[in-house]
């Protein structure tokens, strides 16, 4: 329906407002890429209008321009070639900026790219082959099989058609293997390393895809002005374009639409009225603007979109679980083979000893408990072990090899995988797919499949293995839920069912029964003595007694950072430091 | 060029420096202690210069309008938060007092007298008077109900902020830029290079100004309260330091601080109701020099910025913003090498 009407727009519309579509149009390109960089991957820039800067200055030079050096001269034989040009040059702009600003924590990135607005912005205006502050004309316009769009309800169509191409391929990627990996980006850093995903390349996919589609708008909207000069691509214009994804509904690829649609018509009105009311001339707009955007973060933090969309009843996707060959397993250590060894671990926070010299084994096939009192250095451990803080001295090794120093990701990938003591799930995103975060690293397929869901296949089997997890682990009929609308105990089980999903040969468990009844417990004890009897390696870091007792094959007690004991469960519980660690002794 | 150009370039960097590194202080502090990055920093030089600018012209200043606007709406807020809870009266009667009163008073004073025809130290004052307060109005109304919110939401209202400032700077004070009267109009000689009493003055009140600042924190109570809540949030209001007033004061110290880096240039440069921007932008640069938490570092990159700006003024002038924003990116890859890598973001 909206598509018909979209299509018979520019036929029934005055030029006015097939002009003002237009626009809007452009605009919302730009504020899809906010919309994958700031309100799904947590990222910000202010600097979005310089990269359409760069799209609409390298084709307006490159057409225009008397005479090109002979390395460029090619690109000039057609505006579609221009745009490859100017999608090359602002990719390489924003993987250098990228490359800077994108490791340093949140706030560096807008305020770089604030500076950088900034400064191409002058750069523009002062270069006399861009033509100063005056600008470039004379650029022709597009031609599309001979067939020249002169016209603005030509180019009406060309640019919808982008704009709604990139919308799908959007919400593709979104809904992908990928994209699961940058949607953990905000809030769950830690976590998606520690399943094998490269976050830092994840950002920088997404900083990359938000400057190409500015670049693009930049393009059209070179060809379709046939001149260009430094004004719209200027800082304000940036803040214009973050505020177009925020008000619309940052999170939302739908929003980049709403907003881009609601500032656009609103400016044309302010510009309109305000000089009128206040007797003189200038940009007031800018203040509605502004004070529209504190209101928007006071009263409604995601946007408009997402209150459009309740008032609209929308379909929901269908339901069905997902079926699929199973993946490829990674081929098991025989039992008995140690799996883990750590040997002499220190670790010290300032003059905090919180481990010291500590040593422990983990062999396949068997489920070995770590207990302690609280503060006694477990959870120092199972950082160490997992590659979250690298220990300040002393060796772990994983299936004979060194692992210690070696960053999460990597020690996931050659077949470790834990749970957190504290839930690390993506609230917002439902079961299946957290649980699918798991399997990340045994598939493959790129960002450029899934932008066109040509991976459907291997989309499918990651799924299906996620299903059979969540299946596994008794949580079938949760399925399909909000992963944060759980209980807190069958959180952890989700957990248990991410890290299995990764196939692994050693599994680290941060108090999975913490929160669990006494059934529930039950049940993840016989899942557990099965997993083992598979031959996989268990860790365990547990507070219930009763329930490591029943479960663990070996136990390794700490205390202020050392190990005290080590032995087989009834042993243990023997042991006369044991027992004064847990209940205290006599002085 | 020769001795004499350099010396000259430099004196006038050292002195733009001197203001870069006032509003790179402020930055740091608010964002040290607030979390807010505040990109509005630079519309308070602009109010003060163009404040004093409207007194000598015999206008009304708009930044009067805009303290009494934003007084009404945040007395509304507390009668109506008031209404809502019991006592809490002492509380009520300050507020009032703050937004209503004072505003109510500064206007008597502006409309009724002919602060034009009054000593330009009086001027002073009372420009002061009018465009500090909106400091802690701002963080009242819009920062105080987004404490809890992340640094880039805080960075993105910021911006908003600013936003709202420039258009409303354009709309009280339009778009012709002022001067006002140098504060003395003495000048030296030191060899072959002239030195103003102005260069002087700004130099010596920024140099005022950061002693006064260390003072305050090092020596007062409210200053260590505003380092404690800096270091720890948490922490400090356990200790019965309220994060709220600590907001407000920084933003009073950040508002004062701009205002009088803007009275101080208003002599030397012509401002115009959105100078502050970029003025604001060159702190940001030499702040985040300092990884916008130490101060010494800040100061210093701030008059690093202030030479390069004037040297490369000299050398290819047309160039000169994109040289000093460009400045930026070496230095984050500096930071980018020492730092280690944050994974976890708030949230």
């Known amino acids: ?587 | 060029m020769d001795l004499q150009i350099a010396l000259l370039l430099a004196q006038d960097g050292v002195v733009n420096g001197a203001i870069y590194a006032l509003l790179a202080l402020a930055l740091v502090l608010v964002f040290a202690v607030t979390r807010v990055i505040f990109i509005p920093q630079g519309e308070f030089v602009a109010f003060g210069a163009l404040t004093l600018a409207s007194f000598q012209t015999a206008k009304v200043p708009g930044t009067l309008w805009l303290l009494i606007g934003m007084g009404a709406v945040i007395s509304i807020i507390e009668l109506a938060a008031a209404s809502r809870r019991r006592g809490g009266r002492r509380r009520l009667t300050l507020a009032l007092g703050w937004n209503l009163a004072y505003p109510a008073v500064l206007a008597a004073i502006v409309l009724l007298a002919k602060p034009g025809q009054w000593p330009l130290a009086v001027q002073v004052v009372l420009a002061m008077a009018l465009v500090v307060p909106l400091g802690p109005m701002i963080y009242r109304l819009v920062y105080q109900p987004l404490a809890s919110a992340s640094v880039l939401v805080l960075l993105i209202v910021s911006v908003a902020v600013h936003l709202a400032l420039v258009g409303l700077g354009l709309l009280f004070f339009g778009a012709e830029g002022s001067r006002t009267p140098a504060f003395s109009e003495a000048s030296f000689s030191l060899g072959d290079v002239t030195v103003t009493g102005q260069t002087l003055w700004v130099i010596g009140a920024s140099l005022l100004l950061i002693v006064g600042l260390y003072i305050f924190f090092e020596r007062s109570l409210w200053g260590k309260a505003l380092r404690a809540t800096a270091i720890n949030r948490v922490g400090a209001q356990l200790m019965g330091i309220s994060t709220t007033q600590a907001g407000k004061l920084c933003f009073l110290l950040a508002a004062a601080i701009g205002a009088m880096s803007g009275i101080l240039v208003a002599p030397i440069t012509t401002i115009y109701y959105d100078t502050g921007f970029l003025v604001g932008l060159k702190g940001f640069v030499a702040a985040i020099v300092g990884g916008m938490i130490s101060y010494p570092l800040a100061a210093a990159g701030a008059i690093l910025v202030g030479l390069l700006e004037s040297f490369s003024s000299f050398w290819a002038s047309a160039f000169k913003e994109v040289i000093v924003f460009t400045m930026i990116i070496p230095v984050l890859l500096w930071r980018s090498m020492t730092t280690r890598h944050v994974e976890e973001e708030e949230e």
């Not at chain 1, 830092?200 to 393009?219: D, K, N, P, Q």
């Not at chain 1, 003059?351 to 084994?361: D, I, R, T």
């Not at chain 1, 060194?402 to 020690?411: N, P, T």
Request: aromatic share 8%; charged share 15%.
């Open chain 1, 1 to 587: 329906m909206l598509l018909a009407l979209l299509a018979i727009g520019p036929l029934v519309l005055p030029e006015f407002y097939v002009t003002l579509l237009n626009y809007i149009g452009l605009y919302a390109l730009v504020a899809l890429g906010l919309v994958l960089l700031t309100g799904v991957g947590g990222l910000t820039s202010f600097g979005q209008a310089a990269f359409v800067g760069l799209g609409a200055y390298t084709t307006g030079y490159l057409t225009t321009a008397e005479e090109l050096p002979a390395v460029l001269s090619w690109f000039a034989v057609s505006p579609w070639l221009t745009l490859v040009a100017g999608l090359l040059v602002t990719l390489a702009v924003a993987g250098v900026l990228g490359l800077l600003t994108l490791r340093l924590s949140g706030h560096y990135l807008p305020l770089g790219t604030l500076a950088w607005g900034m400064s191409l912005y002058f750069l523009f205006g002062n270069v006399s082959f861009l033509g100063g502050h005056t600008g470039m004309t004379g650029i022709p316009p597009l031609s599309l099989f001979g067939f020249e769009l002169r016209d603005g309800r030509h180019l009406y169509y060309l640019i919808w058609l982008i704009l709604l191409a990139a919308v799908w391929m959007t919400q593709n990627l979104l809904d992908s293997r990928e994209g699961r990996a940058i949607r953990a980006l905000k809030g769950g850093g830690i976590m998606a390393e520690a399943m094998g995903v490269d976050t830092a390349r994840s950002r920088m996919i997404i900083f990359l895809v938000a400057a190409a589609f500015a670049a693009i708008s930049g393009w059209l909207y070179a060809h379709m002005q046939r001149f260009v000069n430094p004004t719209p691509f200027s800082l304000h214009i940036g803040i214009e374009y973050l505020f177009m994804a925020v008000i619309g509904g940052a999170g939302y690829v739908w929003g980049a639409l709403v907003g881009a649609g609601l500032i656009t018509v609103l400016k044309q009105w302010l510009q309109d009225l305000l000089p009128r009311v206040f007797g003189a001339s200038g940009n007031f707009e800018i203040i509605v603007f502004g004070l529209l955007m504190i209101f928007v973060f006071h009263r409604a933090r995601d946007g408009i979109w997402p209150l459009l969309a309740r008032a609209v009843p929308i379909k929901r996707p269908a339901r069905a679980v997902p079926t699929g060959e199973p993946l490829a397993r990674r081929e098991r250590p025989p039992p008995g083979t140690t799996l883990l060894e750590v040997k002499d671990a220190v670790k010290k926070f300032g003059g905090l000893v919180a481990n010291n010299k500590m040593s422990l084994e983990v062999r396949a096939g068997e489920i070995l408990a770590l207990i302690g009192p609280n503060g006694a250095g477990k959870s120092t451990l199972f950082n160490l072990v997992t590659g979250v803080d690298p220990p300040t001295s002393g060796e772990v090794s994983f299936l004979g090899e060194r692992v210690d120093g070696c960053c999460s990701r990597e020690i996931a990938r050659r077949g470790m995988s834990r749970t957190f003591q504290h839930v690390r799930l993506l609230p917002a995103m439902s079961v299946l797919e957290n649980v699918a975060i798991g399997a990340h690293q045994r598939g493959s397929a790129g960002v450029a499949a899934a932008a066109v869901h040509g991976e459907r296949g291997e989309e499918a089997r990651l799924l299906a293995e996620a299903a059979r997890q969540i299946e596994r682990v008794g949580l079938t009929e949760y399925m399909f839920d909000a992963a944060g609308s759980l209980a807190l105990g069958q959180q952890r089980i989700v957990e248990i069912a991410r890290a299995l999903s990764s196939d692994p040969s050693l599994l680290l468990l941060d108090e999975p029964a913490a929160g669990l009844r006494y059934l529930e417990k039950e049940t993840l004890a016989d899942l557990l003595r099965k997993l083992r009897d598979e031959g996989m390696g268990i860790l365990l870091v547990e507070h219930d007694m009763d329930f490591v007792m029943g479960l663990a094959d070996r136990v390794v007690v700490m205390e202020f950072g050392e190990k005290i004991a080590e032995g087989l469960p009834e042993q243990v519980q023997c042991n006369p430091a044991v027992i004064e660690a847990y209940l205290g002794g006599v002085d």
